[in-house]
């Protein structure tokens, strides 16, 4: 070919080439590219660190708790340019009218970071562990958990005469997108009204403050990272609320090719929450919970020993079941999946059968509102 066609073919298969990328981006559904198809040169110590997150205030706050204690193992990583924080918004960010439960689960909140993660745009993602769906992509891994925080629920009424869930008199309306904490709310007293209440916390709180609902629910996790913690009324125990599997965990996702980011993050993984972890989500995968149903767990290490409570219920409170276990350390993960798998024989198929039929609507109880 003439020097001129051989440019012109070129730029029409480099357009080409681009616009794919850019399409198969914008759409969330679309399964993410295979690391096969694309060979990535390793990072040089020279290349910035870049951290992928969500764009709320917590989860901001994750990121930034995440760089300080790298450049607290790592100080070269202290140098100007050494790390970025790359922020994207999720469909679960983005869509706040909808409950969860309606717009298909917690994948929603790092389906984006997990394409980010895929397409070498960031090198690592942090997450709110109660977000990561229980199935990873391909090519990735989440070896690393930051020291827990307080992993229970705290209790925020608008009345301040109101100290505890049992103050509340009958038909209270209650702010929360979880199917968790209505199923439970509705099991102490059916009369409750539960509003999807979804956005950032200060979003819920603001919402609070306005009368929308009498009372609402949120992660004593959070607001400590926030420094809003002086804002609840009181956090609930285990007794009271029984915590998402998961929760006041911060997790970090890297390509498990990727030597340096897995280096890095090894550093900051924390073995005992890492344990608890492993164990409530091998709970939640034996029995395939998301954002559809109302599962519960929660691990702690007492005296050296695990100890695990879980529970599953209807959306409505109607039926509730709870299991324990207790054992070593480190079969954790063997642990969490039989209690699970017991938990699921016990309740017996008909329970799930109704499980189906009430998900795709809105349980007894639940109202919307924007």
Known sequence: FPKKMKFILIAILSTAVNGFVSVSNSIPSVKPPSTKLFAFTPASPSDPFRIGT?????????????RKRLIEKFPELAEDGALEICVMKTQGDMILDKSLMELGGKGLFTKELDTALLNNEVDICVHSMKDVPTWLPEKT??????????????????????????????????????????AQLLAKNPTFKCVNFRGNVQTRLRKLDDGVVDATLLAIAGLKRMSMDGCATSVLDWDEMLPAVAQGAIGIQCRDDDERSLTYIDALNHPETKACVDCE?????????????????????VNGEMLFRGLIAMPDGSELYETSASGNIEDAVEMGRKAGEELKARVGDKFFEMMVEMSPQLAPGQVTTK
């Open 281 to 301: 989500r091998a709970f939640l995968g034996a029995l395939d919970g998301n954002c559809k149903t109302p599962i519960a767990g929660q691990a702690r290490i």
């Open 54 to 66: 969500r764009g709320s205030p917590l989860a901001l706050a994750q990121a930034y708790e995440t």
């Open 141 to 182: 891994v989440l070896p690393c958990n930051l020291p827990r925080e307080d992993t229970n629920d705290a209790f925020i009424a608008g009345d301040g005469s109101i100290k505890s869930i049992a103050d509340l008199p009958d038909n209270s309306v209650i702010g929360t997108a979880s199917l968790r904490r209505q």
